[in-house]
């Protein structure tokens, strides 16, 4: 089962607009999630991140959003640059000991392309 | 400081040989997770080592181990290699045990399999 899931394979934004990235989990005991990018054949650089006590968390131009009744977080990136073209993770974690303890879990990415 | 750093970053290998990748977590890190990532199962956590004891396994089968050594350096070994495990292999170290703290990850080793 997919615990957290990113619907859209792809974004395609202008150069100064907003992008938005979404992101869905279902599992309940997720308390702190990441957002990563990734160029190709290389690691994931991470981004920001939020604790589920936050509903918003900024780092410059990048926010992160969670609505944690709905189970859903979003990345805004305001003004998108060209240089944010990438595939972006989302990836949540618990906090409390158990089965999701000490691992991230990723959704599928999201590929973001800023045209000049 | 100096980020994560992983070797080889690439490598070749035959179906039914085993492999040893190796990771170096960010200085005073102490915590070392693996993931593997394939263009069908995304990626997926392997498995998290923590003062040289594994705290947490994902669900892979017993040909994928690893060991944390004292200075918290880390090694995953993968026995009897199928064509399945070709895959981009990273590594990623955090402050403390578990995710309280962000990871973060190295810029991977490039497995094939043939």
């Known amino acids: 089962d997919q615990q957290v899931k990113q619907n859209s394979p792809s974004l395609s934004v202008q150069e100064g607009r907003i992008s938005i990235l979404n992101c869905d989990y279902t599992?309940?005991?997720?308390?702190?999630f990441l957002w990563y990018k990734k160029y190709p054949a290389e690691g994931p650089t991470f981004l920001i991140s939020?604790?589920?006590?936050?509903d918003k968390n900024e780092d410059g131009r990048f926010t992160v959003f969670l609505n944690k009744s709905a189970k859903h977080l979003s990345l805004h990136i305001v003004p998108s640059q060209p240089g944010d073209s990438a595939v972006y993770f989302c990836?949540?974690?618990?906090?409390?000991?158990?089965?999701?303890?000490?691992?991230?879990?990723f959704g599928q990415g999201t590929i973001l392309t800023v045209h000049p | 400081k100096a980020g994560v750093t992983q070797t080889p970053r690439y490598l070749i290998k035959t179906r039914g040989q085993q492999v040893t990748l190796s990771c170096s977590p960010i200085?005073?890190?102490?915590?070392v997770s693996w993931y593997q990532q394939t263009p069908g199962q995304g990626l997926q956590f392997l498995f998290e080592?923590?003062?040289?004891?594994?705290?947490n396994k994902g669900n892979f089968p017993g040909r994928f181990s690893g060991r944390q050594f004292s200075n918290s350096r880390s090694e995953m070994n993968v026995s009897t290699l199928e064509l399945g495990d070709s895959a981009l292999y990273l590594c990623?170290?955090?402050?403390?045990?578990?995710?309280?703290?962000?990871?973060?990850f190295g810029p991977g080793t490039r497995l094939l399999v043939l």
């Open positions: 990623a170290s955090s402050q403390g045990a578990g995710t309280t703290k962000t990871q973060y």
């Open positions: 599992n309940s005991m997720f308390d702190y």
């Open positions: 939020i604790s589920s006590i936050k």
């Open positions: 990836a949540a974690s618990a906090t409390t000991v158990g089965t999701s303890y000490g691992k991230l879990t």
């Open positions: 200085s005073g890190h102490r915590s």
């Open positions: 080592y923590f003062s040289e004891t594994q705290r």
